[in-house]
């Protein structure tokens, strides 16, 4: 399955894993791109110095490409971004903004830029500023996530720019490939569906809050203060709703969830972590490789769009 994606970036499969933040370090990154698609290491909150660290592990685990993701947010992105510019990482994709002041450093240093975006105004921006990509994010994704669905987003973005489209959101089998190339993306991104696999560095807690989630399973907090967080539901995110509800601060609710996300990746705590997950955890019922995920979902989506994959 060549598409402009592929022939970019030089990987087999046109599929990004998830910069998700604590969950994608160089383990599942490595595992991702040793089974032919683009594995991605999430900064999340971390510093310049655990990046530098996290390359040259996965360096040393594969000699394929792989990407880092920088969340904007952090307020040592600067730093970071140098990193990745020093290190001549193959992919930066970015998140929770827009990488404009960074961009001509890291064209300079040959990187390839792919911002997730959540909406077509900021999808032509990014083209207008030179990203060679964009990841068209629904809200049916894990984390953080804006509010149009991956079915309205993806096609308006492919109809607004001329680079090549990649659809997040919903994904995590051959279905929903076949779905985002008919909507006029080249590639997709997945995440949930890497919170159960063999090598993702996470608690086996997290792993198996994805396997039992159902369809109704995940939701979403901070819509209120306009900083949505989609997740599995659990004893932390009831009380994060309940007090949204009530009126509380910002500042309070911030307070509940701090280190909630490592809670739930590097403890396991069930009941007071944070467990990203998007809407399709539900059809996430087993375990698997990498590389047994990836071919399973390309062979599924070769024979729904009637194509024969390359040997």
């Given at each position: 399955m060549m598409t402009?994606?592929?022939?970019?970036?030089?990987?087999?499969?046109?599929?990004?894993?998830?910069?998700?933040?604590?969950?994608?370090?160089?383990?599942?990154?490595?595992?991702v791109s040793e089974a032919g698609g683009l594995g991605i290491i999430g900064v999340g909150g971390a510093?310049?110095?655990?990046?530098?660290?996290?390359?040259k592990k996965c360096r040393e685990?594969?000699?394929?490409?792989?990407?880092?993701?920088?969340?904007?947010?952090?307020p040592r992105a600067p730093e970071i971004a140098k990193v990745i510019a020093e290190e001549k990482v193959k992919v930066v994709t970015t998140g929770a903004g827009s990488p404009e002041k960074y961009m001509d450093m890291w064209k300079e240093a040959g990187i390839i830029v792919v911002p997730v975006v959540a909406g077509v105004a900021l999808a032509k921006r990014m083209q207008q500023c030179g990203a060679?990509?964009?990841?068209?994010?629904?809200?049916?994704?894990?984390g953080h996530i804006g509010e149009?669905?991956?079915?309205?987003?993806?096609?308006?973005?492919?109809?607004?720019?001329?680079?090549?489209?990649?659809?997040?959101?919903?994904?995590?089998?051959?279905?929903?490939?076949?779905?985002a190339f008919?909507?006029?993306?080249?590639?997709?991104?997945?995440?949930?569906?890497?919170?159960?696999?063999?090598?993702?560095n996470v608690?086996?807690?997290y792993k198996d809050m994805v396997i039992k989630a159902k369809d109704n399973s995940t939701r979403v907090t901070g819509r209120s203060y306009g900083h949505?967080?989609?997740?599995?539901?659990?004893?932390?995110?009831?009380?994060?709703?309940?007090?949204?509800?009530?009126?509380?601060?910002?500042?309070?609710?911030?307070?509940?969830?701090?280190?909630?996300?490592?809670?739930?990746?590097?403890?396991?705590?069930?009941?007071e972590g944070t467990f990203m997950a998007g809407q399709i955890a539900g059809l996430v019922n087993e375990i698997r490789p990498a590389k047994v995920i990836i071919e399973s979902m390309f062979e599924q989506a070769d024979k729904l769009m009637g194509r024969k994959l390359e040997a």
């Open positions: 402009r994606i592929t022939d970019l970036i030089g990987i087999k499969y046109p599929i990004f894993q998830g910069g998700m933040a604590w969950v994608a370090d160089w383990h599942i990154a490595a595992a510093d310049e110095n655990w990046l530098r660290d996290q390359i685990a594969t000699d394929k490409p792989f990407g880092v993701n920088l969340m904007l947010m952090n060679d990509a964009v990841i068209a994010e629904g809200t049916e994704s894990g149009a669905t991956t079915m309205t987003l993806v096609p308006q973005v492919a109809d607004a720019v001329s680079i090549p489209v990649i659809a997040a959101g919903g994904i995590a089998d051959g279905r929903g490939v076949a779905a008919m909507l006029g993306a080249e590639g997709v991104q997945c995440g949930t569906v890497f919170c159960a696999c063999d090598e993702v608690h086996q807690n949505p967080v989609r997740q599995i539901r659990n004893a932390l995110s009831n009380k994060y709703l309940e007090m949204e509800q009530s009126g509380v601060t910002f500042e309070e609710l911030e307070g509940l969830t701090v280190g909630s996300l490592r809670k739930a990746v590097v403890e396991g705590d069930t009941k």
